[in-house]
């Protein structure tokens, strides 16, 4: 039975991972018709083909390795500086050059002089590169608002799970008492597992976010009113210094800092709760952030991603996953023994999280990614302004073409990257059970 469950997990990822790759091409697909821009091939995965069908001038298909996506665009590159579409030459630099301009142009067919890719306006080519990765963010929205709105999600409340009896800074890391310690405020107010805290020295306050901020930001005399039995009662408390777990100012905390603040001395209750849009809004922002974040200390995180896939390192918890990885995590969400509910929310919120980083990572200005695209339609916009503004000549259109041994560099660096995480997810694996 666990080994059913955990297939049955694994191929839900993959189906949500297909979906999720037909959703982006679909961007691009739509977006390039839109614009007059023949689209020979709209192809969902890598390597061989095990499906296809021609449907007027495209001809769609499924590949058999589920790891992306793409869309074949006639003239994704402008010709050469003389006129000419393919050309040779014995710099290694300028083959991958010309070998990639001409890739552009393999399936040209009379007539489609004017549907280039090239030859389209700079924010029409935006658009159309923008728009895979925005049906990604769209989707990620769309399943993130629906799951928090519907079903809520797991965060501290003002409720009281438990009260501290003694005063511990938290840089020991200890849970028991020793002879001698100081009692807590809560404890000395009467503080109770249960409670829900409602205001704070006369202040109402309904997330735990602004109570704790309240609460470090004060020292000495202050009124705690909680609600008990259906009925509120005011307590009074003698806050105290002490030193605690740096805030990450969203009611969490930041690993190994500490500051001194205001302590009153209790843990707070997680619940489910369900979020208004505009709570669900400040959330998504908060994950954004948190996901730029990541990419930017991606590097940072190789050398313990190196010994936890080749050394006796460990995994951690906030590790680069792929999606191996994530078929795993999966298959593990599919044998948890919680209600059907809460693993489907676990399903939809695994294939919002793909989506959101296939967004973030896919507007990374490089080559050959999306963004690297994007960044060289803007920068021939912006040549042409300047030169329409200074009255000089239009310098035409910026060759992206010229950069693709970089972009070489740079996929050669991302499938390094993939086969390294490939290996620690098979033979160190993230887990959350």
Request: hydrophobic share 45%; proline share 6%.
């Amino acid at each position: 039975m666990i080994l059913l469950m955990t297939v049955l997990g694994i191929l839900v990822f993959v189906f949500g991972l297909l979906v999720s790759i037909a959703w982006h091409e679909l961007g691009h697909l739509s977006t390039a018709k839109l614009f007059g821009i023949r689209v020979p091939q709209y192809m969902v995965g890598f390597g061989p083909t095990i499906w296809s069908r021609r449907k007027g001038e495209t001809e769609y298909g499924i590949k058999a390795i589920p790891a992306g996506g793409y869309i074949r665009m006639i003239g994704m590159f402008p010709p050469g500086e003389d006129g000419r579409i393919t050309a040779r030459s014995t710099s290694p630099w300028r083959t991958m050059i010309e070998d990639a301009r001409s890739a552009a142009y393999e399936e040209l067919e009379p007539g489609d002089e004017k549907r280039l890719f090239y030859t389209r306006k700079p924010w029409k080519r935006v658009i159309v590169m923008f728009a895979g990765p925005f049906m990604n963010l769209v989707l990620a929205l769309a399943v993130f608002f629906g799951v928090w709105m519907t079903f809520g999600v797991n965060m501290q409340t003002t409720a009281v799970r438990s009260v501290s009896h003694c005063v511990i800074q938290a840089s020991e890391k200890r849970d028991t008492c020793k002879p001698g310690d100081q009692v807590t405020p809560a404890e000395a107010a009467g503080l109770r597992p249960g409670d829900r805290i409602v205001a704070f020295n006369g202040r109402k306050t309904d997330d735990w976010s602004t109570l704790q901020q309240r609460i470090r930001d004060t020292v000495g005399p202050a009124t705690v009113t909680v609600l008990r039995d259906g009925r509120e009662v005011v307590l009074k408390a003698d806050l105290i210094e002490n030193k605690v777990a740096k805030s990450d100012g969203r009611g969490g905390y930041v690993p190994d800092q500490y500051i001194v603040a205001g302590f009153l001395g209790f843990t707070p209750k997680t619940e489910k709760v369900q979020l208004t849009f505009g709570q669900s809004v400040d959330h998504m922002g908060e994950m954004v952030e948190a996901g730029v974040q990541g990419l930017i200390k991606l590097p940072s995180k190789i050398p313990a991603l190196w010994d936890a896939a080749f050394g006796d390192g460990p995994r951690e918890q906030d590790s680069p996953m792929g999606i191996v990885g994530a078929a795993r995590i999966s298959g593990e969400i599919a044998n948890l023994d919680i209600p059907a509910t809460d693993r489907m929310v676990f399903f939809l919120q695994l294939i919002g999280f793909f989506n959101l980083s296939l967004f973030l990572f896919n507007m990374l200005p490089l080559l050959p990614l999306d963004g690297g695209h994007i960044a060289g339609a803007l920068w021939e916009s912006v040549r042409r302004s300047f030169a329409r503004l200074f009255k000089r000549p239009d310098p035409g259109p910026f060759d992206v073409a010229k950069l693709m041994p970089f972009a070489y560099v740079v996929a050669g660096v991302f499938v390094c990257f993939t086969l390294l995480v490939l290996v620690a997810d098979v033979v160190n694996p993230v887990k959350i059970s």
